[in-house]
């Protein structure tokens, strides 16, 4: 069982927002620029990858690090005596 679940999805969501709402702006700001290029908008889209893969890393961290590591240890042991 994941402790903290609803705190995790939360602050999570919310970093996931602001990535978006920075990205959308950030386009939206260079839209009226002569700058506004498929290079451009491929550089931000590829930065919107990287933050946003950054935060799928920090969840998949804090989730493993709140997981019951008793039920982990438990549950491979089963495993392992069933394939003796």
């Known amino acids: 069982m ?3 679940k609803e705190k995790i999805i939360g602050e999570k969501a ?9 990205y959308v702006e950030g386009i939206d700001t260079l839209s009226e620029t002569e700058d ?24 998949n961290d804090e989730i493993i690090d709140q997981v019951n590591e008793k039920e982990i240890i438990r549950t491979k042991k089963e495993n392992m ?3 003796e």
């Open 36 to 59: 506004f290029t498929i290079d451009s908008i491929e550089s931000r889209w590829s930065a919107l990858d990287e933050h946003t893969k950054e935060v799928y890393r920090e969840l």
């Open 81 to 83: 005596k069933e394939r």
């Open 2 to 4: 994941i402790k903290n």
């Open 14 to 22: 919310e970093k996931i927002t602001q990535i978006v709402r920075q």
